[in-house]
């Protein structure tokens, strides 16, 4: 059973940064890949960044630029640093974690972290 927790999140004004991380219960090279989805209330969840496990980044356009998504193998973490934020990001933030065997893909998500950004 793999386990993914988010930590980081919290209130920050506009134009603010913020760190979040996911820390996984295994080795994050196991997955073929790890990312972030954004969930604001009422709205659906989508997709932000994805770090492969070749170590490929890819984000989507709206935070492209001032986002960034890394990892440390020692630690199991992948962490979502977040620049230049504005109200729009206030959603609450989940970690995926996505498995391959054979043809099999199986996501692994954590609990979300909540992102508020207000004056």
């Known amino acids: 059973q793999v386990r993914l927790v988010e930590s980081g999140g919290g209130l920050v004004q506009p134009g603010g940064s913020l760190r979040l991380s996911c820390t996984a219960s295994?080795?994050?090279?196991?997955?073929?890949?790890m990312g972030w989805y954004r969930q604001a209330p009422g709205k659906e969840r989508y997709w932000i960044a994805t770090?492969?496990?070749?170590?490929?980044?890819t984000f989507v356009d709206s935070v492209e630029g001032r986002f960034t998504i890394t990892r440390d193998i020692a630690k199991n973490t992948v962490d979502l640093q977040m620049s230049n934020l504005t109200p729009e990001g206030t959603a609450m933030y989940f970690c995926?974690?996505?498995?391959?065997?054979?043809?099999?893909?199986?996501?692994?998500w954590g609990q979300g972290t909540q992102v508020t950004v207000r004056s």
């Open positions: 995926v974690a996505r498995s391959r065997r054979g043809g099999d893909i199986t996501s692994h």
């Open positions: 295994r080795g994050i090279l196991s997955f073929a890949t």
């Open positions: 770090i492969t496990n070749e170590g490929y980044t």
